[in-house]
């Protein structure tokens, strides 16, 4: 059972989620796109196992903050894949500075699926 101050929780931490959420993606598009116009293009083919691996996990995250915004547990489940992804071909749990947000926005993600489907 919810309680009144957790039914208006859940929707500021779902916002909250979704809002640097998409600041994230954004930021990496634009980051992507900057590479790609001045002839520095993501070689996916020309990276070696371990940037493969690495991009990977990036992309998962990328995925999964899009498709939080409909299905959160789906996309709560693929931002923390992305992330153990990325971390463990990393070798280091957690990579400052960016990179820790997305395992706060999956388990922000999660915690509104999980929650929510109680209300």
Not at 2 to 19: D, G, H, N, Q, S
Request: glycine letters at 12%; charged letters at 15%; hydrophobic letters at 55%.
């Amino acid at each position: 059972m919810t309680t009144t101050f957790e039914r208006k929780l859940i929707p500021f931490i779902r916002w909250i989620a979704r809002v640097v959420g998409s600041l994230i993606f954004a930021f990496v598009i634009l980051f992507i796109l900057g590479y790609t116009f001045t002839g520095h293009a993501p070689d996916f083919a020309g990276m070696n196992p371990k940037e493969q691996i690495m991009f990977t996990g990036l992309f998962l995250e990328m995925i999964g903050i899009l498709l939080a915004w409909k299905w959160e547990g789906i996309g709560a489940g693929l931002i923390i894949v992305g992330y153990a992804v990325f971390q463990i071909t990393e070798g280091k749990l957690f990579t400052p500075p960016i990179f820790p947000i997305f395992l706060i926005l999956g388990v922000m993600f999660g915690y509104c699926w999980l929650r929510g489907r109680r209300m």
